[in-house]
């Protein structure tokens, strides 16, 4: 699996559309900290969906980005959620 998600990278990269991307660490280490500061560590209220990593890519269209989105798929073996970064309109 490591092997097809690293071609997939190299693919984008070589495409000119790869931003960043990276695993994360288990769910079970992560701490979650709220509006008033308060930080409880431990996972966040159990959910069916797992956050393993995320990839960023710049392409011109959703259609694009869902092209890429089926790319990752078939390499992690796992389905995608496809989501628009907004940038800051202030800058």
Not at 15 to 44: I, M, N, Q
Request: proline residues 5%; glycine residues 10%; hydrophobic residues 45%.
């Amino acid at each position: 699996m490591a092997e097809a998600a690293h071609a997939v990278v190299k693919e984008a990269k070589d495409a000119g559309v790869w931003v960043f991307g990276g695993g994360l660490k288990d769910h079970e280490e992560a701490s979650v900290v709220a509006t008033d500061g308060t930080v409880t560590d431990g996972p966040y209220p159990e959910g069916k969906e797992y956050l393993g990593g995320f990839a960023v890519v710049d392409v011109p269209s959703r259609e694009k980005a869902l092209e890429w989105a089926a790319k990752i798929a078939v390499a992690c073996r796992c389905a995608q959620k496809v989501r628009e970064f907004l940038p800051d309109p202030t800058v």
